[in-house]
C-alpha cells in the first residue's frame, strides 16, 4: 500500500468507532506523518489521552464527541447539507461511489468520513483534489469550528486538515469532473 493510501486508511481507522488496535494505529500514524526534524507534535494530547485512557473512556468519549453531538459528528453531508434533500442526494451518490470502487460500506452512513477518506484513497489524483475542495475541507472547517478546545480528538481532526491541505492541490471546488464523484446541489 502507498504511503498517502496508508495514511488515509490510518485516519479513517481512527475516525472510526475504537476498537481494540486503536491506541497501535494511532502511534502507526504519528510514524507516518512525522516530518524530519520537526519538533512538534500535532497529536501530542491525543497521544497523551490515549496512553492516560482505557479502551472503554477512549470509546466513551469517542462516542460523546462525535455521535451523540450533531456538531461535530464525522457524516461529511450532514455539515453541508443538514436536514435538505441535498443530503439524501449525497448520501445516494456516495454509496455509488463506495460501490464503483470496491470500497466495503461498514455500519457507518455512505457519508461518513471513514469512507470519504477510503474514497479519496483510490481516486485518480485530481479527482481526490476535487473531492477534498468540494467536500472535505468545508466539512472538516465546519467540524473544527464546533469542537470544545479541550478535546483531544481535535488534534487529531486537526491533523487530518493539514494532511489533507499538504498532499492535496487546492482547487476550484465548483469545477466539474467526469468521475463518479458525489455531486449534490
Not at 519538533?39 to 485512557?53: A, C
Not at 456538531?71 to 455539515?79: A, F
Not at 491541505?165 to 463518479?180: F, G, Q, R, W
Request: aromatic share 10%; glycine share 4%.
Amino acid at each position: 500500500m502507498e504511503p498517502r493510501t496508508n495514511i488515509l486508511h490510518i485516519f479513517a481507522d481512527l475516525l472510526s468507532y475504537p476498537t481494540g488496535d486503536y491506541k497501535s494505529r494511532a502511534e502507526e500514524l504519528v510514524r507516518e506523518t512525522r516530518v524530519p526534524g520537526e519538533k512538534r507534535d500535532p497529536l501530542k494530547s491525543f497521544r497523551e489521552f490515549l496512553s492516560e485512557t482505557e479502551l472503554g473512556g477512549v470509546e466513551e468519549l469517542f462516542t460523546r464527541t462525535f455521535d451523540m453531538n450533531k456538531n461535530t459528528c464525522l457524516e461529511i453531508g450532514w455539515h453541508l447539507y443538514g436536514e435538505d434533500y441535498k443530503r439524501g442526494e449525497f448520501l445516494v451518490r456516495m454509496r455509488q461511489a463506495l460501490a464503483e470502487f470496491d470500497i466495503p460500506e461498514s455500519v457507518e452512513l455512505p457519508d461518513h468520513i471513514s469512507h470519504c477518506l477510503k474514497l479519496i484513497a483510490v481516486l485518480d489524483p485530481e479527482d481526490a483534489n476535487i473531492f477534498v475542495a468540494r467536500f472535505l475541507r468545508p466539512a472538516l472547517d465546519v467540524i473544527l469550528g464546533n469542537f470544545e478546545d479541550a478535546s483531544p480528538f481535535k488534534s487529531l481532526v486537526v491533523t487530518l486538515r493539514d494532511y489533507l491541505n499538504d498532499e492535496y492541490d487546492p482547487v476550484d471546488n465548483t469545477l466539474e469532473s467526469n468521475a463518479a464523484l458525489p455531486q449534490a446541489g
